[in-house]
């Protein structure tokens, strides 16, 4: 089993999160999360309940949740995913261990995905039966992108010529940092809007209601934890807490737009950074303008998931450009 070999495998498993993320997005935004009640299975089947009198056992068995056959699948396919991914992981932290004698090999980060994606399996189960909560749904999100930037890494540690970077370029280290930060941070905030079903509590654009200021209720928009045993699929928040989130997210998008403008300013100005430059900025563009149209055009679904999918993107962007510039130098 060569690097190249394993490379590849990585970058496999980077693409097939990719997928599941937006998987992900696509089961929340069609309010799927609880198509299957139970979990592993799905209303005690393997896959879901397909002919009458398993639905119909499956109906009386969990009344207060009768079989949604859609929604069922699309659970069911997310999750058939995500295990497919888990079985990936651990095939890649296998085969690190086996190979740790070799240098070049990548070996505690593999072994940390392996347990990343163990926990987003916990996740995924409280998602499911803690009935939608916030933060665990917001947590098991956190974790699909950061299953996703560490795979990206592990591609780009493995590649078999990494580029030297120049003394300019390493300078850009620090402004990348931050620009990682901000973004994660704006992610989190998306997280908790779409978890809280706060995407539409302003429906116009600037404005919110038709106001600059409207009323907001910052401290329930942003309680972190509540009882056990509430059903949050729809969301609970009232208008003003729902606005606060909202809000709150439109003034992170603002910090990301000031603080990427200093950062491309400086990649442009780098010699061999142009072009990831102008990748970054086609994809930061995309991103606001799809943040927009979701408002203007009232959450359509292919909008919502694209936002997500860029999203992981941008990630993805900034986890390579900090390995561009931070690239160890060769031994001599």
Known sequence: MTLTFYNRLALAA????????????????TDAGLGCPDWPGCYGELTWPKDEE???????????????????????????????????????????????????QPVVLPIVLLAVVIFQGMLGMWTVTLLLKPAIVLAHLAGGMLTFSLLVWLFL????????????????????TVGLVVLIGQIMLGGWTSTNYAALA????????????????????????????????GGILDQDARVAIHLTHRVGALVVIAVFAWLLARLFSTPGMRGPAGALTAL???????????????????????????????????????????APKRPS
């Open 202 to 233: 302003c429906p116009d654009f600037p404005t919110c209601m038709g106001q600059w200021v409207p009323e907001t209720n910052f401290s329930e928009g942003f309680r972190l934890w509540r009882g056990v045993g509430v059903d949050y699929e």
């Open 14 to 29: 980077a693409i097939l999160t990719f997928v599941v993320i937006v998987l992900g997005a696509w089961v929340r935004l």
């Open 284 to 326: 930061l563009t995309t991103q606001i303008t799809l943040g927009i149209l979701n408002v203007v055009m009232s959450l359509p679904l292919w909008v919502a998931v694209a936002h997500n999918g860029v999203a992981a993107l941008l990630l993805a962007s900034m986890v390579y450009l900090l390995t561009l510039s931070s």
């Open 157 to 176: 540690k493995t590649r078999p010529a990494r580029p030297e970077p120049n003394l300019l370029q390493r300078r850009l280290t620090w402004p990348l």
């Open 54 to 104: 398993t639905i119909a056992a499956a109906n009386a068995r969990w009344a207060e949740r009768p079989v949604e056959t859609g929604k069922a699948i699309r659970e069911m396919v997310h999750r058939y995913a995500a295990t497919g991914l888990g079985l990936m992981v651990l095939i890649l932290a296998a085969l690190a261990w086996r190979r740790r004698e070799d240098p070049r």
